[in-house]
């Protein structure tokens, strides 16, 4: 191989890429359990395998120049290229990844832990071999997440508490530096020309900017506004009012900013999380009179310009969601869990309530509140001791308040009182940490080959820790039974048939209700801008654009 398919080998280097985040950060620890580290900080560090954004699951060695396998697949080494130099010059050995595994397993947020329990040990066998040692052998996802470990520099962090923020600039190893940065404004990244793997065939035609620009704003109008203005030159758009009438159209008429649309291929749902910690949402007729009541249809119809899909699956718009009722090999392996899971999951389709009028609906979720010793009074939905019923749904980004504005005055009909609040994004971070939250809207980035990955989202085990993915505290044996099984898939039909047969279990547990997804990514860029030809099946790939030299323009 002598570069991925979806890359221009001859881009020239050079230019500024001048992107947006919102909110603000205040830790470079992007692996720590803590604070909340600016996005692109990724640029600056190595995994031990570099992705293919060509394929589902497909990874390549880039520090890793070599892996050791046994048939049995009870263990697997990986050899260190001896060229692999972190930013100080120092080289990469087996004892950084030996201590990039510990310290993340152990004073990590709570996915690492997750992610890596089938590792039983992990050892250095000589300077650039690195032994690990698998609980059992039944995972075969395992050398692919291992691949998926970052590689920290021992010697800069031993003498720091992980667990700690900080803003003091790591040694690390990736094609970028942290160049210039002030909390709250900006942080630049600026292109490492003595990167040790520049050359390597996985970054050919990749990382072509100079400098990588993140600035802050509180808010997608402002940023939208620095578009038109040219403080940005790049920014995803996700917002269809934006999109459609949001861009200066002059500078559209004359191409200095181009919109671009490519299909995305993952499963990425944008879904109402319940709390089910909080005792209102504890009982699923609760939950379900709620999920009845919300009307997505006009949400995307009146608000989104039907830019977005309804979604009545968590993997939506692809292969993975189900769709029809379970039969075959999904039906026999959800019957272990017959006595445990609701009758209408065998045949019903999901939600109960899509075809109903709008009255119907709300007759319908009256009923359930009532089922669950609720009852209205004085238009006010109240429990057996008279307190109503309010419910708080916390947003991160502003832009979604239109969203969810119009659900609660749907609420309020059936006498449900909900409030919105909008909080910074650090602040938002830190509350959903802290599983402090009645509801949320939250998009699981799902892979297109799920794995290790769905045990963090819906597995029981740390359910109630700080830190845990499980944001909707999923406790459903079906699902722990389901996603401890996805990792050892044998073949892609047997991994069908186990997402098809996981969500369902969670649409009938009305814990995360799918709302809609967009089935395209939508970029407006400036016109000294350029990507290859080819994009990517499965990412929109950054690091595959390049400016264009002012001779050319």
Do not use: C
């Amino acid at each position: 191989m002598k570069h991925f398919e979806y890359v221009n080998p001859n881009a020239p280097k050079g230019g500024t890429l001048n992107v947006s985040q919102i909110g603000s950060f205040d830790s470079f620890n992007l692996y720590g359990p803590n604070g909340k580290s600016p996005y692109g900080l990724f640029y600056t560090n190595d995994t031990l395998l570099s992705r293919s954004w060509n394929e589902p699951l497909t990874k390549y060695g880039v520090i890793a120049e070599k892996i050791e396998r046994p048939a049995d697949n009870n263990w697997i080494a990986f050899y260190i290229n001896s060229a692999a130099r972190f930013h100080d010059g120092q080289p990469v050995t087996a004892e950084d990844i030996v201590f990039s595994f510990k310290v993340l397993t152990e004073k990590g947020n709570l996915f690492w832990r997750q992610f890596y329990q089938d590792i039983a040990s992990v050892e250095a066998t000589s300077t650039y071999r690195v032994l690990f040692t698998f609980k059992h052998n039944k995972n075969r996802e395992l050398p692919l997440l291992l691949g998926q470990l970052p590689v920290l520099a021992s010697h800069w962090w031993k003498e720091r508490d992980f667990s700690e923020t900080t803003l003091d600039i790591p040694v690390s190893s990736g094609p970028y530096r942290i160049h210039r940065f002030q909390p709250g404004r900006f942080v630049e990244y600026k292109r490492n020309p003595d990167y040790w793997a520049k050359d390597h065939p996985v970054n050919v035609g990749r990382f072509n900017f100079d400098i990588i620009r993140y600035d802050f704003f509180r808010d997608n109008n402002v940023a939208m506004e620095a578009v038109n203005s040219g403080e940005l030159n790049w920014r995803m758009e996700s917002d269809p009012r934006f999109w459609e009438k949001g861009y200066n159209r002059k500078a559209l008429e004359e191409g200095i900013l181009i919109k671009g649309s490519w299909v995305n291929h993952n499963p990425q749902t944008l879904s109402l999380v319940f709390n089910s910690r909080k005792p209102l949402f504890q009982d699923i007729r609760v939950r379900e009179a709620i999920a009845s009541l919300l009307d997505v249809d006009w949400v995307i119809s009146h608000l989104l310009h039907n830019s977005s899909h309804r979604a009545n699956s968590l993997f939506a718009g692809t292969e993975l969601a189900s769709t029809e009722l379970p039969k075959n090999n999904e039906l026999t392996l959800l019957s272990q869990w017959k006595d445990q899971l609701p009758p209408r999951l065998f045949n019903e389709r999901w939600p109960p309530v899509a075809n109903r009028s709008k009255r119907e609906k709300l007759k319908y979720a009256l009923n359930l509140f009532k089922q669950a010793g609720y009852s209205l009074k004085n238009s006010k939905m109240t429990n057996q001791g008279g307190q109503p019923v309010v419910m708080e749904i916390l947003l991160g980004d502003p832009s979604l308040e239109r969203l969810i504005q119009g659900q609660v005055q749907r609420l309020a009909e059936a006498g449900i009182e909900m409030h919105l609040r909008t909080v910074e994004s650090s602040r938002y971070l830190k509350h959903i940490k802290n599983l402090d939250y009645d509801i949320i809207l939250h998009t699981f980035r799902h892979t297109p080959s799920p794995g290790q990955e769905q045990i963090s989202f819906w597995g029981s085990e740390g359910r109630d820790e700080p830190g845990t993915l499980n944001f909707a505290g999923v406790n459903n044996p079906a699902a722990d039974g389901i996603t401890r099984r996805i990792p050892s898939a044998q073949s892609w039909s047997e991994l069908v048939t186990l997402v098809h047969a996981l969500d369902r279990v969670l649409l009938w547990d009305f814990k995360v209700i799918p709302l809609l997804y967009n089935p395209n990514w939508q970029v407006i860029y400036s016109n000294k801008l350029a990507h290859p030809d080819q994009m990517p099946k499965y990412s929109i790939e950054r690091t595959t654009w390049w400016a264009i030299p002012e001779s050319k323009l």
